[in-house]
């Protein structure tokens, strides 16, 4: 059974940094791009970014600069360090891996963190 599991959300200021985990389990993790989405209340979920098998990254233009996405395969998690942070990026972040096939995409989903940035 496929486990994403997402902590390290919590309320912040605006200015300050917060880093996102998510352990995976039941998958082979080095297979699967990883990527971090959000969804603001009242909001259609947004990709904030990816990172893939081979360690490229995408970001969305909203966070590009402030956030940053990085992986380590052998302890099966992904991180996503968020710094200046806005009261717009308030949300619930969520986990997905996606592996990529020719017809169509594996993907699975953690349950979210809540991050939410006031003063």
């Known amino acids: 059974q496929v486990q994403l599991v997402e902590s390290g959300g919590g309320l912040v200021q605006p200015g300050a940094s917060l880093t996102l985990s998510c352990t995976a389990s039941?998958?082979?993790?080095?297979?699967?791009?990883m990527r971090w989405h959000r969804q603001a209340p009242g909001k259609e979920r947004e990709l904030v970014a990816t990172?893939?098998?081979?360690?490229?990254?995408i970001y969305a233009g909203s966070v590009k600069g402030r956030f940053s996405i990085s992986r380590d395969n052998a302890k099966n998690t992904v991180y996503l360090q968020m710094n200046s942070l806005k009261p717009e990026d308030t949300a619930v972040y969520y986990c997905?891996?996606?592996?990529?096939?020719?017809?169509?995409?594996?993907?699975?989903w953690g349950k979210g963190t809540l991050v939410t940035v006031s003063s």
């Open positions: 990172i893939t098998s081979t360690g490229s990254t």
């Open positions: 039941g998958l082979t993790f080095s297979s699967y791009a």
């Open positions: 997905n891996a996606r592996r990529y096939l020719s017809v169509d995409n594996i993907d699975y």
